[in-house]
């Protein structure tokens, strides 16, 4: 069915809703929580503003298409749509409790069963969508969330927004680059250069890498790596278990994870084969390990810190490069095309500058505002005019939208660095400018409360639980601060990228 079909109701949204608080965010939309007012039942309703997503009819619409075939317990439903002169609403079921990974750091207890029993839901979901002619192509842990925050909650597979409708019939072939680098399957990164496309076995490689990590807490393919060793460890398929991490682990759960992540598409497990795995049986018969992972949920902390902290870094980075337009003339449409060529030419650059984007644009609209780059620039204490940043974004601003989409963001932050030198003597000086951030008493060190504040002010929520988990990895002399060493040490080895050996990785 078209997007623009018959089941649009228009200017409905207020009379059978009430919407009340944002909850979430998505890279072209703000999800609000709201009321049903016939029934009062909780939904979700996703917000798009057409200015901002006009470009993006179509991939909209195929998502409202794919939400509207998919009826299964562990994927979130969709329950109907409108329209008024300038947003798109869909309405869907509401979930309330969080993402896999967050809950399973907040557990008391857990074991490998449990993560079974999180991985069964999974696969199922995974299962069923394949039966209809649906890939969802970016499964990923931000993706996957508890139904609710009691303790028996199901989870759900959310977010159809890269998602295809593919003919079971003729063979589910796409070509489309597609999703989260770390979770894509090696053929999904070579798609743009094979004739042969891919099909629905890269979301059995994707939740595999989540299963991977389930057991574990590590990714597969390492954290901080650059784009190109990332890359290059995915299609050669260089994972191991290695036993510091592993040891606790049954070989069954081991020997699932290998035939999900095999290289090879063809000799990769269906979700129907994983269903009917030993390990998978055992954990249907109670028959799986109950013994305490504590190593897997200090390591999914790790994770969630970093992911906190380099948003930090990210935003500080950003804005250091920003200000260059500032003083600088526009560039002519010729100079604007061969930066942006030599951006998309540079993997590395192009996703650094694609994290940088995405942390700057806090509504999730795929465009960035006066309203964010004030935001975030009021964040690291530097107050700029409406006038200043209007002047900023026009420079850039190729469609004349008012704001700034990723392109055109590219084109403000300008080309990769020259050289790995001048590359290295950027990330140290972003490196001393956070940690200078972040010391806002300007003692030399940061304290757990400097933490908290400064991360509030960039718009990255976190508990306090995570403040004790960013310093008791960060303090390394224990004496309850952060001082620039032990701050360096934590984001070069934990969160930036380095170099990495290749022959070391595999174990």
């Known amino acids: 069915m078209g997007f623009w079909s018959l089941w649009f109701l228009r200017e409905k949204i207020k009379q059978d809703y009430d919407i009340y608080e944002t909850i979430g965010e998505g890279k072209f939309a703000k999800v609000k929580r709201a009321k049903k007012k016939k029934t009062g039942d909780i939904v979700a309703v996703k917000v798009l503003n057409k200015m901002c997503c006009k470009k993006d009819y179509e991939n909209i619409g195929k998502e409202i298409d794919i939400m509207r075939k998919v009826k299964h317990p562990n994927c979130i439903e969709f329950h109907e749509m409108f329209e008024s002169n300038n947003k798109i609403y869909i309405v869907m079921e509401y979930v309330s409790g969080g993402e896999l990974f967050d809950r399973i750091v907040e557990k008391d207890h857990y074991s490998e069963a449990e993560a079974a029993h999180c991985f069964y839901q999974i696969i199922g979901a995974v299962e069923y969508l394949h039966s209809i002619g649906i890939a969802h192509r970016d499964l990923k842990p931000e993706n996957i969330l508890y139904a609710s925050k009691s303790p028996d909650s199901p989870v759900k597979i959310a977010d159809f927004g890269l998602g295809a409708i593919v003919d079971l019939e003729n063979g589910a072939i796409m070509k489309t680059v597609c999703g989260t680098p770390s979770y894509l399957a090696p053929e999904v990164i070579s798609a743009d250069h094979t004739a042969g496309g891919y099909g629905l076995e890269c979301d059995v490689w994707s939740a595999g890498v989540i299963l991977y990590i389930l057991l574990c807490g590590c990714p597969p393919f390492g954290q901080g790596v650059p784009l190109q060793v990332l890359v290059r460890r995915i299609v050669k398929g260089n994972y191991g278990f290695p036993d510091a991490y592993w040891k606790k682990i049954s070989t069954e759960a081991k020997d699932l994870v290998q035939h999900m992540m095999q290289v090879n598409r063809y000799q990769r497990y269906t979700p129907t084969e ?11 018969k109670g028959q799986l390990s109950s013994v305490t ?13 970093a992911r906190k902290l380099k948003g930090a870094f990210i935003t500080v980075s950003a804005l250091n490069h920003l200000v260059r337009p500032l003083a600088s003339p526009p560039p002519d449409r010729a100079l604007q095309q061969n930066i942006l060529h030599q951006v998309k030419s540079d993997p590395e650059w192009l996703e650094e500058l694609r994290e940088a984007f995405n942390t700057l644009d806090h509504t999730k609209t795929g ?20 006038e200043v940043v209007e002047d900023m974004i026009k420079k850039f601003d190729i469609d004349k939208t008012g704001s700034v989409e990723f ?14 030198s001048a590359r290295s003597e950027a990330l140290s000086k972003n490196l001393r400018d956070t940690f200078n951030y972040f010391d806002q008493a300007r003692t030399g060190h940061i304290s757990s409360l400097e933490l908290h504040h400064a991360l509030q002010k960039l718009q990255i929520g976190v508990s306090d639980e995570e403040i004790d988990s960013m310093m008791e990895l960060a303090d390394l002399d224990k004496n309850g601060m952060i001082d620039y060493h032990e701050f360096e040490e934590l984001m070069r080895n934990h969160f ?12």
């Open 496 to 507: 930036l990228p380095h170099d990495h050996a290749e022959d070391k990785h595999k174990t």
């Open 407 to 420: 392109d055109e963001f590219c084109i403000m932050m300008g080309p990769p660095w020259p050289s790995p």
């Open 293 to 305: 992972l504590a190593e897997t949920q200090k390591q999914l902390k790790i994770w969630n810190v």
């Open 274 to 284: 994983c269903l009917a795995h030993p390990w998978l049986t055992k954990y249907l």
């Open 367 to 386: 465009h960035i505002n006066i309203r964010d780059i004030q935001s975030a620039f009021k964040g690291l204490g530097a107050n700029l005019s409406d």
